[in-house]
T-cell receptor, first 113, second 115 residues
């Protein structure tokens, strides 16, 4: 079956702009989580959506937001981009119940200039 | 809060040899999951092995095995018969036993397998 698909793979944006990243989970998976990966801070949890509701949220400013659609596809949005938002953004899907594996996409590399 | 510590930023091993990657964690939870993920240059995170905290038996997946010491909050990964394809970043991760898809990651260990 198809894996987790993230689009686009690469993005270059200017400071102050906003950006939307997309994640299509594995069929049947209802949970999508987003992570930010940077050399300085490592892998940090942004938020998780389950059945269209945000179930968990990490410690990121309100400029980072997300949503999930009825088909479980998820988007994350970053407004008023800062240079420090340059990172690899990974999404992971799972069934959303305990004892289930999280499958990761290949990520979106965002560069803010 | 949960923290995961990987104290070895880089390691190398000769092909066919065995290597052990260290991980310690801190939590007040009594039940949880621990994982080792591999991230090759392609950037895709791949699950290597998973351990449930309530299981005393150490998990094993082919050449990969763990040494889980719950009291010491230690979770090391042993790779036997190392292969060139094992070259990657390895991340130790923690997840609460709540069903929430929320992983806490360590800072990673870059493993290089030398031919």
């Amino acid at each position: 079956k198809a894996g987790v698909t993230q689009t686009p793979r690469y993005l270059i944006k200017t400071r102050g702009q906003q950006v939307t990243l997309s994640c299509s989970p594995i069929s049947g998976h209802r949970s999508v989580s987003w992570y930010q990966q940077t050399p300085g801070q490592g892998l940090q949890f942004l938020f998780e959506y389950f059945s269209e509701t945000q179930r968990n949220k990490g410690n990121f400013p309100g400029r980072f937001s997300g949503r999930q659609f009825s088909n479980s596809r998820s988007e994350m949005n970053v407004s008023t981009l800062e240079l420090g938002d340059s990172a690899l953004y990974l999404c992971a899907s799972s069934r959303g119940t305990s004892n289930t594996e999280a499958f990761f996409g290949q990520g979106t590399r965002l560069t803010v200039v | 809060a949960q923290t995961v510590t990987q104290s070895q930023p880089e390691m190398s091993v000769q092909e066919a040899e065995t290597v052990t990657l260290s991980c310690t964690y801190d939590t007040s939870e009594s039940n949880y999951y621990l994982f080792w993920y591999k991230q090759p240059p392609s950037r895709q995170m791949i699950l290597v092995i998973r351990q449930e905290a309530y299981k005393q038996q150490n998990a094993t997946e082919n050449r990969f095995s763990v040494n889980f010491q719950k009291a010491a909050k230690s979770f090391s990964l042993k790779i036997s018969d190392s292969q060139l394809g094992d070259t990657a970043m390895y991340f130790c991760a923690f997840m609460k036993h709540t069903g929430a898809n929320n992983l806490f990651f360590g800072t990673g260990t870059r493993l290089t397998v030398i031919p």
